[in-house]
């Protein structure tokens, strides 16, 4: 006599579920669900070492149920647990779904009289395995994508703080207790989606109004500019350009990078900011002072373009936003945050943000073919650093190619 634990698991078809995977890659996707289908680390272990014994061919071909016949006592002996401990974590393997249970009447097991541990129920689930996965991986990149929202944030204050410290400007207190007041890195690594990002967008409205102020503060210094000269002219005019335009340098001022990188440290227990404290440029850009920001949303990509119409009029945006849309940009092109992290290593801010809206420009047009958008960061990282790169060169480029679209 044969009793069964889990009812008709032995009569439904494992391969319903689509493209059977191997047994290694379903032993991995398990132990990757355990904790969200409440196993332990015990349960987990043992239904390692049941599928291990499995043959490898009965999770691939068509109609196979793979099955561990090993007896209790023989599993208990591998795994280095009592018989009791055992049983225990095969029962929490049925009731979470995972595995079906076929025993003789005396308990025991055998490929003769089909009795043992199956895994059908885990082909069968692999599927829906791996969409939770999937979510849960988009949740944790959305996190780490907030969390780096924060970080640009914060270093765009820290930056106009000090600028309007250094004036006297009243604004510097407020702003400097406002941004006392935001949680640490460890903190925003403990909050959920919601509340990070409810967090994240009152950062950036503090941003954005603080940037603002240090705009007018300038613009209405007497002062003159630092920047008379564009680097690209209106191409309607009669002006000629020059592709020779000074290589814009690295200044003292360059923001201190944070590790937030969205693969290296997402999962990471702690993550510290790094204070920008003292650095006003960690909120201006050259290529803005020269272009003007209407001639710079002109030259962006499709993409580039929308994420900062979301932001302010054209004639009203700041370094802020067009950083800003470059996060966003490098999270829709599938740009990895570490290649933003390599570039701030050897370039400003600026010419990072440059970097990514120059290629944003180029995927947007139908007649260039960037096959990897990080990997071209990652080219013009490496040309900057061999003092080969040339973003006004660039930035003309995009200038003639949008004039000859037009007149075309």
């Known amino acids: 006599m044969i009793t069964t634990s889990v009812a008709l698991e032995r009569h439904q078809s494992p391969e319903r579920a689509g493209p059977r995977l191997c047994r290694d890659h379903l032993i991995s996707l398990v132990e990757r669900v355990a904790p969200m289908l409440g196993l332990s680390h015990g349960a987990t272990h043992i239904f390692r070492i049941m599928a291990s014994l499995t043959k490898p ?31 225990r974590h095969e029962a929490g393997l049925v009731a979470a779904g995972l595995v079906g249970k076929r025993v003789a ?75 006392d007041e935001w949680p640490d890195a460890g903190q925003l690594h403990r909050m959920d989606i919601s509340e990070l990002a409810a967090h994240v967008e009152a950062a950036d409205n503090s941003s954005r109004e603080a940037v603002r102020i240090v705009e007018n503060i300038e613009n209405s210094s007497v002062r003159p500019l630092n920047f008379e000269r564009p680097y690209i002219q209106d191409t309607t005019q009669e002006e000629s350009l020059s592709c020779s335009a000074p290589h814009i340098k690295r200044n003292a001022g360059k923001p201190a990078q944070d590790n937030l990188d969205s693969d290296a440290s997402a999962d990471a227990p702690q993550c510290k900011e790094k204070d920008d404290v003292g650095r006003s440029a960690a909120c201006k850009s050259e290529f803005l002072a020269r272009l003007g920001p209407q001639r710079l949303y002109e030259l962006a ?47 400003s801010e600026d010419e990072a943000m440059i970097c990514v809206l120059i290629i944003d420009a180029k995927c947007s047009d139908p007649t260039i073919r960037i096959a990897s958008p990080g990997g071209y960061l990652r080219a013009m990282v490496r040309a900057r650093s061999a003092d080969k790169l040339n973003l006004v060169g660039s930035l003309i480029g995009l200038s003639e190619r949008r004039r000859d679209m037009t007149t075309a």
């Open 57 to 87: 061919r009965d999770w691939t071909t068509a109609g196979g149920d793979p099955c561990c016949y090993a007896a209790q006592v023989e599993l208990a002996r591998v795994a280095g647990v009592s018989t009791a401990t055992l049983r």
């Open 105 to 179: 009447a005396n308990g025991s097991r055998s490929s003769r009289h089909g009795c043992g541990i199956f895994f059908g129920p885990t082909i069968r689930r692999a599927a829906k395995f791996q969409s939770r996965l999937d979510d849960l991986e988009a949740v944790r990149h959305q996190h780490a994508s907030l969390r780096g929202l924060r970080s640009i944030h914060k270093r765009h204050l820290n930056g106009a703080i000090a600028a309007m410290a250094a004036v006297g400007h009243p604004s510097a207190s407020h702003y400097a207790q406002v941004i």
């Open 301 to 347: 990509g499709d993409g580039f373009q929308m994420y900062l119409d979301a932001r302010s009029d054209r004639e009203q945006l700041t370094f802020h936003d067009f950083v800003v849309a470059a996060h966003h940009v490098m999270r829709d092109r599938g740009i990895n945050h570490s290649a933003w992290i390599e570039a701030m290593e050897l370039m």
